[in-house]
């Protein structure tokens, strides 16, 4: 079975292009973290807070997001196609027919 990170803080990160391709990354916090054009492409984010984060262009292609918190974050351009979006809080955003986020229609 897959260990649980503990604690893992990447607050303010810098992590432009940074590649998490199929990590687990349960319950990590990217709390204003730097993320644009990121790849986490099938990364298993179960509860991780994206809160205030700039994931612009970021991949979250067949991420599974349950319970993933990404009030205030930018989506803009953010591929969020086959991605698990059960309990997510997308703040201002909703997932579009082409599977990339949109602002919500207000």
């Known amino acids: 079975h897959d260990a649980l990170p503990i604690c893992v803080n ?5 992590l432009d292009d940074a590649n998490f391709y199929g990590a ?5 916090n990217f709390y ?5 054009r ?11 807070n994206f809160y205030d984060a700039d994931l612009a262009g970021a991949n979250f292609t067949r991420a599974d997001l349950d319970f993933v918190n990404f009030a205030g974050a ?12 059960a309990d997510v809080n997308l703040g201002d955003y909703e997932r579009g027919l082409d599977g990339y986020a949109r602002k919500k229609a207000q």
């Open 10 to 14: 990447f607050y303010d990160a810098y």
């Open 24 to 28: 687990n990354l349960t319950r990590v």
């Open 32 to 36: 204003d973290a730097d993320l644009a």
């Open 38 to 48: 990121a790849n986490l492409t099938g990364a298993k984010l179960t509860r991780a």
């Open 74 to 85: 930018d989506l803009y351009r953010v591929n969020l196609a086959g991605a698990n979006l």
